[in-house]
């Protein structure tokens, strides 16, 4: 039976490495994308060998690699500094330079803010060819694991378990060690054995009640002694040690163009900050910011609003005193001119004192957050014990922005596939993220460094969402006009004009015009 069969192995050919990378490779993206970035000017260093004399590598083609990396779903310095000397696709890219795993991981951890700066980059890029519009923008956030152990993460409960366990057998020791000395035939290694536990003990102790006293004198319900900024998060009814991502999406193709990671276990204090991210990002507002009900916050709401962008955000059901949906809070209408309330029994709810709230235990000033109406007819009234059971009356609480609430629910009642359209749009790029590319859990340890990871996450999410989109053809046309319009090419271009030598000028040259 004749099979298909290759070359012989042995056999000698003349080729490139080029021949081997097709021509709608992503791989072609990411090498055009950065040869086109300033480097220096986005905040990029260089890392210095540790060994003297040696060259260090461009940052460049260490950018290269950790966005080939990211794209393909290989974060390990260790694994990338493996594929360097096999993989055909990153010899091409790094024209066969292969660095080691220490100059790849520190490539990260001193170019954590210059990593932004290139998700940015992108993201004018994005908006300049027209893959974003910025009309509806829709933010959600996802619990990604962090890079620690549930043995190494202490509540007050638990810290106060670990320091009662550490009292016992300091107890203990110290009994034995009384027994060892008072006995005729005392054994002077055992002495010692149990003065070394003993002290061991007492370091340990020492070191948890400064803990303790760190987490109370930070109001912290919980700690980590791995990554002190990781916290347990439920997501799913299943708890870990993990961090919060928050995405900004844009839905025309379901491209991220903002992002962050926080150690809040909600959401509801991250709508504004996203907003804001999502603005600065596209340097322009999007006409609509559309979040799940977790962000509600009437406050941050309000503060968006002012930011010009229409907010959907649903509003969650309002507790009643009784179970009797006619008596609900929606079914009191408010007079303004007045400043009351009026019942469906036709009752008036007048107002009765401010509600304040502090932003810490330790703040001395109370802010109003809402105001309270209550009625004084309705122990007489015929629907007491239905409308409420409380002798004092019936109370209604309204928000302090309770005017800006009601424009942006009767917004969401009047465009209800706008909450629909969140559901399509924001469930891609994390399923995409965790199921495709597999970032189920950060490697890196520290917000800052997370944050970093995150951003090359998300960067590699929209590299190769926009790679499915375009051909290359069409991405790169479209990324020579897009540097054309920025004065740091023609920084980069004259400087390498001065600097490199004619046939570097030449590789520039070409690589632009062709």
């Known amino acids: 039976m004749a099979y298909i069969s290759g070359f012989d192995r042995n056999q000698s050919f003349l080729f490139s490495l080029n021949d081997f990378i097709s021509d709608d490779n992503p791989v072609r993206l990411i090498d055009l994308f950065v040869d086109l970035l300033d480097l220096p000017a986005l905040g990029f260093i260089s890392h210095s060998p540790s060994s003297p004399g040696q060259r260090p590598y461009r940052s460049s083609d260490l950018l290269k690699l950790h966005l080939y990396g990211y794209v393909n779903g290989i974060r390990s310095s260790r694994k990338l500094a493996a594929e360097c000397s096999r993989n055909v696709e990153l010899m091409w890219l790094l024209n066969n330079v292969s660095p080691a795993k220490s100059c790849i991981s520190d490539f990260i951890r001193l170019n954590k803010s210059p990593i932004h700066n290139v998700f940015k980059k992108f993201v004018d890029f994005l908006k300049f060819a027209d893959f974003v519009d910025a009309k509806a923008c ?31 057998q300091i107890d203990k020791y110290i009994s034995a060690l009384q027994s060892a000395e008072s006995s005729v035939d005392s054994d002077p290694d055992a002495i010692i054995s149990f003065n070394q536990s003993i002290s061991h003990y007492k370091d340990k102790l020492a070191q948890f009640h400064s803990l303790k006293d760190s987490m109370i004198s930070n109001s912290l319900s919980q700690v980590s002694i791995t990554d002190p900024d990781s916290r347990m998060m439920s997501s799913h009814g299943n708890s870990d040690i993990s961090f919060n991502l928050q995405t900004s999406v844009d839905s025309k193709n379901s491209l991220i163009v903002a992002n962050d990671v926080v150690s809040d276990i909600n959401d509801s204090n991250q ?26 916050n ?42 009351i309330y009026i019942c469906p029994a036709g009752h008036e709810l007048h107002f009765s004192r401010n509600l304040t709230k502090k932003k810490s235990p330790l703040d001395s000033h109370a802010s109003i957050v809402g105001f309270e109406y209550s009625c004084s007819d309705c ?15 019936r109370k209604i609480t309204r928000n302090f922005f309770q005017d800006i609430l009601d424009v942006v629910q009767k917004r969401f009642d009047d465009n209800p596939h706008m909450y629909t359209l969140r559901k399509c749009v924001v469930e891609h790029p994390f399923g995409t993220i965790k199921r495709s590319l597999g970032y189920t859990y950060f490697l890196r340890r520290g917000l800052d460094s997370v944050r970093a990871e995150a951003t090359l996450i998300c960067l590699a999410y929209d590299i190769k969402r926009v790679c499915n989109i375009a051909p290359f053809s069409f991405l790169k046309d479209k990324l020579k006009e897009f540097f054309l319009a920025f004065p740091s090419f023609f920084n980069l271009f004259f400087s390498s004009l001065l600097k490199k030598t004619k046939s570097t000028y030449f590789f520039l040259f070409r690589r632009f015009c062709f």
Not at 146 to 167: G, L, P
Not at 276 to 293: E, G, Q, R
């Open 138 to 168: 829709v933010i959600d956030g996802s619990k990604i694991r962090a890079q620690n152990s549930r043995n190494k993460f202490f509540s007050i409960k638990k810290i106060d378990a670990t320091i009662s366990f550490f009292n016992s």
């Open 271 to 296: 709508l504004l900050n996203m907003v804001s991210k999502t603005i600065d990002n596209l340097h322009c507002v999007p006409s609509a910011s559309i979040a799940d009900m977790g962000y509600f």
């Open 298 to 339: 009437s406050k941050l709401i309000a503060d968006c609003e002012a930011l010009h962008t229409h907010v959907f955000v649903k509003r969650p059901k309002s507790k009643n005193a009784t179970n009797d949906s006619r008596f609900s809070c929606d079914k009191f209408s408010f007079l303004p001119d007045k400043n």
């Open 379 to 393: 122990f007489h009234c015929p629907f007491f014990g239905k409308c409420t059971t409380s002798l004092a009356g």
